[in-house]
């Protein structure tokens, strides 16, 4: 532990000169490498996601958190592998995780390790809800990322609920499981991976991505606790929290539409009481940015309508309920309006041109 600590902390005060951006590149440790192993070109991926690999070098650096979930979902598909983000973040292990790897690993217990971590979580990671939920015998580490500017993020939540794993797996042991484990996301095509890894039941199309933790055990001591540790690397992060610019109303709005969708048709009026204001206010400032609200509804469900269709185990009425259309022939017509084709025929072409790709993998 001592080997890497001068590292993380010397490099605490230059990247509070140069502002945080959205997360720090100690969540990326290994990216390259493991990309690297798994046949693919980093500097191709990085280069079409916007990271800077010169940033990835320490683990203190700031990263613009969309060009990181960006990265993620970059790298599964150039590399044809729908678990990228799964397998990943199986072999990722605390200490690769900078400050906040370590100020789990230095609390007294597993159930101090997990409060620590929540509540450290957010300068480690802007624009993302982490929390403990309690219920009764277990507790529930819920993790999200709300960034209206970031739609596709099924790689980022496997990964980063592969990392708490290994965190609790540190304190609990290797053969260590979860109760349950939930994902944001429609279920994968490899999904009885998801099982394998994670040992336990994993559901999808979930409100939050999160593990269910049995109470149990968790008053199990941390092997490396260190208190002294522990409050250098809790000042450390919080050194860090420079306030990244505030999301515009526009990608506020984009991502409450991306979450009211599965349960039907955006509603104006059930968004603003949300957000505590007025539909006339929030019709009024989107209009000083140049959109409205319709228009929003309809490029997410754009946006998100091609994603969906990279994944071939969705099929398109399924597809028309999660962008919350009540009539598959009502999200054809949309899609016709976008592509001039059917998502069947966009799906088709996509396959076939991406196919040589992941057979090559």
């Avoid at 001591?221 to 000042?235: C, E, F, G, I, R």
């Amino acid at each position: 532990m001592q080997d890497l600590l001068p590292q993380h902390v010397s490099a605490i005060f230059s990247t509070t000169r140069a502002g945080h951006q959205g997360v720090l590149a100690a969540a990326a440790t290994g990216f390259s490498d493991f990309i690297s192993q798994q046949g693919g070109d980093p500097e191709r991926i990085l280069g079409h996601s916007g990271l800077d690999p010169e940033r990835l070098a320490c683990p203190t650096q700031s990263l613009s958190l969309i060009h990181y979930c960006q990265a993620m979902e970059t790298a599964a598909e150039q590399l044809g592998q729908d678990n990228f983000g799964l397998h990943y973040g199986y072999q990722f292990q605390p200490q690769s995780l900078g400050l906040l790897g370590y100020i789990g690993l230095c609390s007294a217990t597993v159930e101090q390790a997990l409060i620590n971590l929540v509540h450290a979580f957010p300068y480690h990671q802007h624009d993302t809800l982490t929390r403990l939920v309690d219920q009764g015998n277990s507790w529930r580490l819920d993790y999200q990322v709300r960034h209206g500017g970031i739609l596709c993020r099924r790689q980022d939540a496997e990964l980063t609920l592969g990392m708490f794993l290994n965190l609790l797996r540190t304190g609990l042991g290797p053969q260590w499981a979860p109760k349950e484990v939930y994902f944001e996301h429609p279920r994968p095509e490899n999904w009885h991976e998801h099982c394998k890894l994670f040992d336990a039941p994993v559901y999808f199309d979930q409100p939050y991505n999160a593990l269910v933790i049995p109470k149990s055990q968790l008053q199990r001591s941390m092997p490396d606790h260190n208190p002294t540790l522990l409050l250098v690397m809790q000042d450390a992060i919080q050194r860090l929290n420079i306030q990244p610019p505030r999301q515009s109303l526009a990608e506020q709005i984009r991502l409450e539409i991306q979450l009211q969708l599965p349960q039907g048709e955006p509603c104006l009026e059930q968004l603003a009481a949300k957000m505590q204001t007025s539909q006339h206010s929030v019709q009024r400032q989107l209009q000083q940015e140049g959109t409205h609200f319709s228009q929003l509804v309809d490029q997410v469900r754009q946006d998100l309508a091609q994603h969906y269709l990279k994944q071939k185990q969705i099929s398109i009425s399924e597809m028309a309920l999660l962008l919350g259309y009540s009539e598959v022939s009502a999200f054809s017509r949309a899609f016709r309006r976008w592509f001039t084709l059917s998502p069947r025929q966009w799906r088709c072409q996509y396959l076939a041109h991406h196919a040589p790709l992941a057979a090559a993998s």
